[in-house]
């Protein structure tokens, strides 16, 4: 038991360093650098969407920098190769016996953080290089499969307003994201302390707070958290009314939306959800975790039909309502 206390301080601490030294590049963006960290401890994967000039891929950066893992970053292009991604296989010869063998050479997939830049700019065929990695943490190559160091995570940004020459991804490799972490403009306090931090001679240096084998212990430790039956009930509800087709839908879902959300958006929700109690320094999960991780966690898995499409409806919108429709219920 003191040994899951201690735990449990310990995601408070390395949360609050976190937060700290990515802070000495980043100016604002709290939410966004705290669903970063829920999905890190819970083992998943982030696409991170905002229009250009909002430093998502300096966040990644920054993040990499404060982490002491191994990073790597792959410029989606649409020229782009799966070997590119994977690695590849070169014939060498051996200087002594003169016999030539194939030797595996890994691609930037094999690092801890994989910031996958502006993914909708390659084609499916490139992108769904990246399925198996994500989902199995194994590469195959020519028959042969190679295993990919943990932790894994990988972040992929994405640009949602040029669409001319993008390829959108597909709602199967969607569902792979642990979370969808949409980026908003600064304040303007924070648009003015980034004009300082930008245009003068000093450049913040950042310091590694959290190590690989610390990183390890504890996503393992957050499955741990308790959880209740009625938190399990009113997740697996709000998932339910997402799908049309069910007997619980209300009307707006019907109307609005094409498909619904998958179990996996449930064991997102509840993983993400044990995540936020830790970091709000309580160790049993609550319904108000469970609000403020549904947004990320659901607004990539809700397709929206053209009625919704038509009417300028976006997926947050749908997920406010249901919250409305569920608190109304109670």
């Given amino acids: 038991m003191n ?44 696409l991170i969407v905002g229009v250009p000039g909002l430093a998502k891929t300096m966040i990644v950066h920054t993040l990499a920098e404060v982490l002491d893992l191994k990073f790597s970053r792959i410029q989606f292009t649409p020229d782009l190769m799966p070997s590119d991604i994977t690695g590849t296989e070169v014939v060498e010869e051996d200087p002594v016996s003169k016999k030539r063998y194939y030797r595996f050479i890994p691609g930037p997939i094999f690092a801890n953080i994989v910031l996958a830049d502006e993914i909708n700019r390659t084609p499916p065929k490139t992108q769904s290089a990246l399925l198996q990695s994500m989902q199995e943490y194994k590469v195959t190559v020519n028959g042969v499969t190679y295993e990919i160091d943990q932790p894994f995570f990988v972040l992929a940004t994405q640009n949602p307003i040029e669409q001319e020459g993008t390829y959108p991804l597909p709602e199967a490799q969607l569902d792979r994201f642990f979370f969808q972490i949409n980026i908003d403009y600064p304040s303007k306090e924070e648009e003015r302390e980034i004009l300082y931090r930008t245009t003068g001679i000093l450049e913040q240096k950042v310091e590694k707070v959290v190590s690989k084998e610390e990183i390890l212990e504890l996503q393992n430790f957050v499955r741990k958290v308790p959880i209740s039956d009625h938190v399990i009930d009113y997740i697996i509800d709000i998932v339910r009314a997402t799908r049309p087709t069910d ?18 958006a449930e064991q997102t929700i509840v993983i993400a959800s044990k995540v936020n109690a830790l970091l709000n320094k309580r160790t049993v999960v609550s319904i108000d975790d469970v609000n403020e991780v549904i947004f990320p966690a659901l607004r990539h898995r809700v397709i929206l039909n053209f009625h919704a499409v038509a009417e300028g409806i ?12 569920f608190s109304q219920r109670k």
């Avoid at 619980?248 to 939306?257: A, D, G, L, R, T």
């Avoid at 976006?314 to 429709?325: G, M, N, T, V």
């Fill in 314 to 325: 976006k997926p947050d919108f749908i997920i406010s309502k249901l919250l409305e429709h």
């Fill in 247 to 264: 007997n619980s839908s209300p009307e707006f879902i019907k109307k609005y939306v094409q498909w619904g959300c998958s179990p996996r």
């Fill in 3 to 46: 040994k899951d206390i201690e735990l449990a301080e310990q995601v408070v601490e390395k949360f609050s360093k976190i937060i700290t030294e990515v802070s000495k590049k980043i100016v604002g963006q709290k939410q966004v650098i705290k669903e970063l960290v829920i999905s890190l401890f819970s083992k998943g994967h982030c």
